[in-house]
């Protein structure tokens, strides 16, 4: 315990690599980049876990081109804090050809820590012998490891003790049974195929033996092409161009095109060309402003150069080059005003009614210069007053004193300059007088002349009438002293009395009243008696004017009016 307590210390100390770190760098070889024949060493470079530490090869293993080297790294009991780099030298001895990998396999006293790579190419620098083999068609040979029966070349590879012996073998198979062949000839040449010269098309058999002794049979596919002559007149326009003579042209002539067909015979197209020209011609027309003309499509109303395409009676383009003058023209527009009945003088004439009026001149360019007046009629203007003045009254119109009724008129001059009428129409409306003559019974009042009248007299009160003159009423005032209400209902006598009083009545009547009501000024019905006899007493404790209204039992009834003075 004590010393797993001193190395964790030293390694907290000195900074030791810990669980986990790598200790491998590297892997090298001596020669770099070996061959089969070259002895290799390969060194191995990293750091010791410990400075008293020691690196041991436990030993190598091959497997095809795969060889690992297992390293074991010795720390004693006590670690000495101190990293060290290490390089350790393997002699691999001699590699397989090809890519090979070594692998370096590190373990500390015995357990596995860690492992690197290292990629090598082995190139093949051993005997090379070449020779050479021939063999008929059906026939093999074993080179290689395995029977042959196509021509080629083949390795067979003897290892030796440093180097390996590499034979390479060029293998001939000869009597190439129905071996195939395509040959093209053009219509009316031939080929020697078969024993004989041939110009139709067909499969054809020729047997050969070569140098080996063997036969050879070659199937020949024979193909006859055909020689194509076209003879084309062609038409086009100046500008275009057609491909003839091995070129685009646009030159009229006579040309000949060569081409190979897909079997290589002669394709000849002989080309008439003719050459159709272009038409261009130019106008220079001038319009003035306002004035359109058509050219570029559309009509123009503005300078400027338009081109128009046309095609002409040989279907070519026919250019039609516009250079358009526009000249200006000159309007001016004049506002004016006129009265009625008045008039204007304008180019040269007199102008009496609203509208547009034009004088025409010419510019130095020959186009309309115009001046355009728009006129117009102010109207005189007449409003119609409807009025009145009351009897004996006057209404001043046009400066005069009116008192009759009749139409009249004022004149003036309005703000459009024009004049103005204004007619009144004048009416006179009477002045009203009313003479009343009424009774009041001794104690009562009326309002009039201004005031709660109960005393006899005349009495006056001036009003305005629904026309807004003077209304007089003339009122005569006579008071009567009463006795009782005596009344003939046309049915028989009743008898109110006293009236006025204090509030109880008496009320007798010649026959039974089956019913009585009793009515304020505001037509509320405040008391009903039914039946009420012949000879009964009425009372009435609130002071004001009463409406009293008696029904008999045939229907009848009579309306009486009860004064009640406090």
Not at 9 to 16: A, D, R
Not at 136 to 154: E, L, V
Not at 225 to 231: E, R, T, W
Not at 310 to 321: E, F, G, I, Q
Request: charged fraction near 15%; glycine fraction near 10%; proline fraction near 3%.
């Amino acid at each position: 315990m004590k010393k797993i307590y001193l190395i964790a210390i030293f390694s907290v100390l000195f900074g030791i690599k810990g669980f986990g770190q790598i200790w491998l760098s590297g892997i090298t070889t001596n020669p770099t980049a070996p061959s089969t024949c070259d002895n290799v060493t390969a060194i191995i470079t990293g750091t010791l876990q410990c400075g008293n530490s020691t690196i041991t090869v436990d030993s190598i293993q091959y497997s095809g081109n795969r060889i690992k080297v297992f390293l074991n790294e010795f720390t004693p009991g006590i670690c000495l804090p101190i990293i060290l780099p290490f390089s350790q030298p393997v002699s691999i001895g001699y590699l397989p050809f090809g890519n090979d990998t070594i692998e370096a396999l590190l373990y500390k006293n015995g357990v596995y820590t860690e492992n690197l790579f290292h990629y090598v190419t082995v190139t093949n620098a051993g005997n090379n012998f070449s020779q050479n083999q021939n063999i008929c068609a059906g026939d093999s040979a074993f080179i290689a490891g395995k029977w042959r029966k196509n021509s080629g070349n083949y390795v067979d590879t003897i290892a030796g003790i440093s180097c390996d012996t590499f034979i390479t073998t060029q293998l001939t198979v000869g009597g190439f049974f129905n071996d195939s062949n395509k040959v093209n000839i053009c219509a009316g040449d031939s080929v020697y195929l078969g024993d004989r010269w041939r110009s139709t098309p067909g499969i054809y058999a020729d047997t050969f033996q070569i140098g080996s002794g063997c036969d050879s049979i070659v199937l020949t596919n024979l193909r006859v092409g055909i020689s194509k002559i076209q003879n084309r007149n062609l038409t086009i326009c100046q500008g275009q161009g057609v491909f003839a003579g091995g070129k685009f042209t646009d030159v009229p002539g006579n040309y000949t095109d060569t081409f190979l067909t897909y079997l290589g015979c002669d394709s000849i197209i002989n080309t008439s060309l003719s050459v159709n020209k272009k038409d261009t011609t130019s106008q220079d027309p001038i319009i003035c402003q306002g004035e359109t003309f058509f050219a570029g499509g559309q009509n123009r109303t503005s300078s400027g150069t338009y081109y128009d395409y046309l095609t002409n009676k040989n279907s070519c383009d026919s250019l039609v080059v516009t250079n358009l003058t526009v000249n200006p023209s000159y309007l001016r527009n004049i506002f004016d005003t006129l009265c009625q009945g008045d008039s204007i003088l304008f180019g040269g004439k007199y102008v009496f009614s609203g509208g547009l009026f034009d004088d025409t001149l010419n510019t130095i360019f020959g186009c309309d210069s115009v001046q355009r007046l728009l006129v117009t009629v102010l109207e005189d203007t007449t409003t119609k007053v409807d009025t009145s003045v009351c009897k004996n009254d006057s209404l001043r119109v046009n400066g005069q004193l009116v008192f009759t009724s009749g139409e009249y008129h004022e004149f003036y001059v309005a703000n459009n300059g024009c004049d103005s009428i204004v007619s009144f129409n004048v009416s006179v409306d009477p002045s009203d007088s009313t003479f009343v003559d009424t009774t009041l019974f001794q104690g009562d009042s009326l309002f009039v002349g201004g005031a709660f009248q109960q005393n006899a007299g005349v009495y006056f009160d001036k009003f305005f009438n629904v026309f807004g003159c003077d209304s007089t009423i003339k009122t005569t005032i006579t008071i009567e002293i009463p006795q009782g209400l005596f009344e003939t209902a046309g049915r028989g006598f009743v008898a109110l009395f006293p009236n006025p009083n204090n509030g109880f009545f008496n009320l007798n009547a010649e026959k039974q009243i089956s019913k009585l009501q009793i009515f304020d000024v505001m037509g509320r019905e405040i008391k009903t008696i039914l039946p009420f006899p012949q000879n009964g007493q009425i009372k009435i404790k609130q002071p004001g004017i009463y409406y009293l209204t008696i029904s008999f039992d045939d229907g009848t009834f009579e309306n009486k009016e009860v004064f009640v003075v406090d």
